[in-house]
């Protein structure tokens, strides 16, 4: 699941409570009772103690009136009449100056005399108190704006009265959510209490904690905590810290800490709270369950679940014995329950205690408010989680349309709304309507001045995970960083939302192909959860499957399987591995199986994978179709191709019955069809299927992916298969580019690419190139720290052959020992792999010389071979070749012939002889036969190789083009001198068109056809070759090696004797190694 955790305000928006003991407005500081004065027609009016007051209040004429019930008579104001109060008759009385009033006199425009008294502005700040307290929050500033303005013109503003009637103003204004005005209006009224010295008193603590609950709302956290610390030495300096508003202030700490990241210190802060309230006795009354249902909040942060679900169900208790359980504060303590039910795993327990939730919302009337929009928020989390996007969706849609009716969108709850309907859309795919959603929230946080905070680092990195998803890595790694620098600044590095941003980075890098930055990033996110104790969640499971993931890119498959054992015993603890995500992880551990040659164990995995998908009813999903592929696959190494192509038929059908098979998913598995039908050597239905694939990418605007490069990957090796290496090279370049530009050419597959493409441009003729490309992969492998590989043994022996063909015989043997080496500490030394690098080593040291060091390889190998029964292979007979060759260099010509004819006995036997290998046995054969004399037979199986290279398309091969010069020899043996020219010049034409001109073997077939031409007269000819010859070994550094040297010679005695032929041919080519 993308990253949807329970956002920080979701319950957390009363850490600081705002009514009660916790911060409420100071009423009436001074008592003031007005004189009113007698007149003749009224008497004064006596307080009575029989008038009780109703709750509505009224606000007309300046007086202020409340409805009232007199049991005695009194006299109206205004009109002067008696009012009785008899028959329902309305009295009413002004709380000010104490007057009567009928309900006529009461709508007159007349001044209270008490608002005209020195002590009105004492008396209006009453009156603001109590406006504000009957929820008339405008009305009540108001007053107390009317009441500053007398005392700035009564210059009484900067007095005791004066501080408390700002301390009002800034609560009246805290609770519209004017924290800044409310900070201003603090700050002010300390000012004043600095300047009269009268902060050490109970309401200069009282202010100074009001002080830091407006930081902490504002984010400044940090001077939050300084402001705790200030009111509490205050509270102890005038002895009323052990009280219930000690406990309040303690309680504010915590929050304090824990959202500047101190969660421990948030929890030693509430410990401490609780500590206070037990000795006070106030812990069990709605307040102290308020501090319950914080401490379970910071509990549940710092990933105890258990103690946090114990703290809030002592809050749960506290309640429902007080009989609040069905008020505001119940309603938000069975929000918090449920936000940690679904933390610890069981969101059907926290959707039923949002149920009960939404029930007291609407019992308490707050139906259609915010706290009922964010409690819609939940639920909607919750349903994401229990895997129903589209009910979650519906619940988010309902919270946006209170939101907006409301008008509080642009807030901070709204901002996460928002970004928790893009993490749903993230996770359904829907990444541009994803990247919607949270640039929303990000405008509305920027707006409110709240995206440097935890919540717009959390929003950044949900931002960066839709990017990366989409396919923008630069983007993403862009994102995250930002996201990263703000949780520094913030210190909230240590915080389960950090962890989530790192596990991002960790894809992000992987994507890139930076392993070791993938490792390094799961690292940081593994300490954070540790810390937390959090590994054994969700999100833990989550993390542990991407380290198996990092460490199987690492070729540490059994490092790999063990992240993901322990990540499905997470989720067996949380009973949530029947899920789809649980079927994710147990395909992952199939494939790390598979990695380490456990086929059958794969299979198991990806069996129990499969049945859950069924019984969660997400088979017919991309994942399952990929579950299906990976099934497939483990039949197809298991050689089973049939088995495999059923399982992929089952997942084309889901994709055609979903309409996802025009999808990357469907080109997937196209794909993976290609690739079995390639191993059944169906090669036009593989080039098909690739082609397919390739079609579909491109209309879905995907094939700029590292998906699309490995398919132009495996499309390129198909046309390679068909004999078609122009289009395969231009297939591997395309992906190169590919690659390139997704930053994922370093990376295993990039390695395997630039390997392929190196075949490619060799049987071109490009043999630079060739190397180019194996260096390059090299240099891959060894930043990947792949290189000790069983690849990387195979890429060093490709390479020495490569330098083989460049005549760097040392270079050759130096890789070829690296690969040795590499093999006998994996234990492959007796494997096909092992063998066909015993065999290269023999052909080098053939070429270098070391006839002995050549025939021991091969002598070594073959052992290997008769040990496994592999002689009787086509292997096997490419190994007899090379004995053979072997000692054709040592002089034994006999035992060459034997070698070489069982060679040929066993791919008759194969039936492999017909085939490009067959035609080197065949050519290698032939040269051995002209070394016997038995020119007749040499012309005829080098006939017989021309023939088969015909069949095979490879005739027209530097390979083709050495035979044709054998032929061309054996030809001229036997005196057919323009048949000779003809088989070379057909040699020449070839090696010109693969570019294999311009070798040293080039400018020996050159020479050799200038001899003949001397030979036929054509001595114009005869100069021509010798010229060209003598260019090519210029430019090859090679003019002084002993061929260089005798067409020195040839070119001299040309120009001296033209007409005699002095020499026929220089070792007309001898037996080729064959190297695999």
């Not at 918090?336 to 007291?360: M, Q, R, V, W, Y």
């Not at 090299?778 to 000790?788: A, D, V, W």
């Amino acid at each position: 699941m993308a990253c949807a955790a329970y956002c920080a305000r979701n319950d957390d928006e009363e850490f600081c409570d705002t009514s009660g003991s916790d911060a409420k407005f100071h009423e009436v500081q001074i008592p003031f009772v007005p004189a009113v004065p007698a007149s003749p027609q009224m008497p004064a009016l006596p307080k009575s103690p029989t008038v009780a007051f109703k709750a509505r209040q009224k606000n007309v004429s300046g007086h202020q009136f409340n409805t009232a019930v007199s049991g005695a008579p009194t006299w109206c104001h205004g009109c002067r009449r008696m009012l009785w109060g008899f028959g329902g008759e309305p009295i009413f009385q002004c709380t000010l100056c104490r007057s009567h009033s009928c309900a006529g006199c009461r709508e007159l425009d007349v001044t209270c005399p008490s608002l005209t008294a020195p002590e009105a502005p004492s008396l209006l700040n009453d009156v603001g108190s109590a406006k504000a307290q009957q929820g008339d929050v405008d009305g009540a500033l108001e007053a107390f704006a009317e009441a500053r303005r007398r005392r700035e013109s009564a210059g009484t503003l900067e007095t005791c009265d004066g501080a408390r009637l700002l301390k009002n103003t800034g609560l009246a204004k805290y609770s519209k959510g004017q924290y800044k005005e409310a900070l201003e209006a603090y700050e002010e009224a300390r000012r004043i209490h600095d300047k009269t010295e009268t902060l050490c008193t109970l309401g200069g603590a009282a202010l100074i904690r009001s002080i830091g609950i407006a930081k902490s709302d504002l984010g400044d956290f940090e001077g939050a905590v300084k402001a705790y610390a200030e009111a509490r030495q205050l509270y102890e300096t005038v002895g009323a810290f052990e009280s219930e508003a000690g406990a309040s202030l303690l309680n504010n700490l915590g929050f304090a800490k824990a959202e500047h990241g101190d969660v421990e210190g948030a929890l030693r802060a509430y410990s401490e709270a609780r500590e206070l309230r037990d000795r006070t006795k106030s812990l069990r009354t709605p307040s102290g369950a308020r501090l319950l249902k914080n401490m379970g909040v910071a509990a549940r942060v710092h990933g105890d679940l258990d103690g946090a679900l114990a703290h809030l169900a002592e809050a749960r208790r506290i309640l429902e014995d007080t009989g609040t359980l069905r008020s505001t504060s119940g309603f938000g303590l069975l929000r918090s329950i449920g936000i940690t039910l679904a933390e610890s795993g069981n969101p059907a327990a926290a959707l039923d205690t949002f149920n009960e939730a939404l029930k007291i919302c609407s019992c308490t009337g707050a139906s259609e408010t915010h706290d009922h929009a964010n409690l819609l928020t939940s639920i909607g989390l919750a349903k994401h989680q229990h895997g129903n996007c589209a009910v979650a969706l519906e619940s988010f849609a309902e919270a946006h349309r209170i939101y907006e009716m409301n008008r509080s969108i642009d807030t901070l709850d709204g901002a996460i709304l928002l970004r928790s309907i893009g993490t749903v859309k993230l996770d359904c795919k829907n990444y541009k309507g994803a990247l919607v959603d949270f640039a929303n929230s990000r405008s509305i946080l920027t707006r409110i001045d709240a995206l440097q905070t935890a919540d717009g680092a959390g929003l950044l990195g949900c931002i960066g995970e839709a990017l990366l998803e989409s396919g923008d890595t630069k983007g993403a790694a862009k994102t995250f960083l930002e996201a990263l620098r703000i949780h520094q600044a913030t210190c909230s590095l240590k915080s389960a939302r950090a962890a989530r941003l790192f596990m991002n980075i960790g894809r992000s890098k992987r994507q890139s192909g930076d392993t070791d930055g993938v490792l390094e990033a799961l690292e940081h996110a593994y300490q954070i959860l540790a810390d937390l104790r959090q590994l054994s969640t969700v999100s833990g499971a989550q993390l542990l499957a991407n380290i198996g993931d990092a460490k199987g890119d690492r070729g540490d498959p059994a490092g790999a399987l063990e992240a993901f054992r322990r990540a499905r015993d997470a989720r067996e603890q949380l009973e949530c591995l029947q899920t789809p995500e649980g079927a994710s992880l147990l395909s992952s551990m199939g494939n790390a199986h598979g990695a380490c040659g456990e086929v059958d164990s794969a299979l198991q995995a990806y069996s129990y994978a499969l049945s859950i998908r069924e019984q969660t009813n997400s088979l017919d999903t991309p994942e399952g179709v990929n579950l299906l592929v990976s099934i497939g696959y483990a039949h197809r190494v298991r050689g089973n191709g049939e088995q495999a192509l059923l399982v992929y038929a089952q997942a084309r059908q889901i994709c055609e019955a979903t309409d996802t098979l025009y999808t990357p998913t469907g080109a997937g598995l196209l794909r993976n069809i290609g690739l079995v039908k390639r191993d059944q050597k169906d090669l036009d239905a593989a080039l098909d299927a690739f082609v397919e694939a390739h079609r579909i990418r491109e209309a879905a605007g995907c094939m700029e992916t590292p998906e699309g490069a490995s398919l132009l990957h495996n499309l390129g090796n198909m046309r390679s298969d068909l004999g078609d290496m122009g289009g395969a090279l231009l297939a591997y370049e395309v992906a190169q580019r590919i690659r390139e530009k997704t930053a994922t050419l370093e990376t295993h597959d990039g390695a395997g690419l630039l390997v392929n493409m190196a075949i490619a441009r060799g049987t071109k003729g490009d043999v630079n190139g060739k190397l180019q490309a194996y260096m390059e992969a090299q240099q891959i492998h060894e930043r990947l720290g792949t290189l000790k590989t069983s690849d990387g043994a195979r890429l060093l022996h490709n390479l020495g052959i490569t330098k083989s063909e460049l005549q760097d015989s040392v270079g050759a043997l130096d890789m070829f020992e690296q690969a040795m080496d590499i093999y006998a500490a994996l234990g492959f030394l007796s494997t096909d792999s092992g063998v066909s690098l015993l065999k290269s080593i023999g052909a080098v040291k053939n070429t270098c010389g070391d006839l002995e060091g050549a025939l021991a390889a091969f002598t070594r190998a073959l052992a290997i071979c008769e040990g496994s029964q592999a002689l009787r292979t086509p292997d096997g007979a490419n190994l007899l070749m090379n004995v053979g060759c072997a000692k054709s260099a040592k002089g034994d010509i006999d035992g060459a012939l034997d070698a070489l004819k069982e060679a040929c006995s066993i791919r008759t036997m194969t039936g492999s002889l017909a085939t490009p290998e067959g035609a080197v046995l065949l050519n290698n054969l032939g040269n051995v036969l002209c070394q016997l004399g038995e020119l007749e037979g040499a012309l005829q199986n080098y006939q017989e190789a021309s023939r088969i290279r015909e069949l095979t398309g490879t005739l027209q091969t530097p390979g083709g083009a050495l035979l044709l010069a054998n032929l061309g020899s054996a030809r001229g043996e036997c005196g057919d001198l323009s048949g000779q020219l003809e088989a070379y010049s057909d040699a020449r034409r070839i090696s010109e068109e693969t570019g294999a001109i311009e070798t040293p073997n080039g400018a020996d077939l050159l020479m050799n056809i200038g001899v003949v031409k001397g030979c036929l007269g054509d001595f114009e000819g005869q100069r021509e070759a010798y010229a060209a010859a003598h260019c090519i070994r210029e430019r090859t550094g090679t003019l002084k090696t002993p061929n260089g040297k005798l067409l020195l010679s040839q070119m001299k005695l040309a120009q001296e004797q033209p007409a005699t032929l002095v020499q026929r041919l220089f070792g007309a080519f001898t037996c080729i190694p064959q190297a695999v």
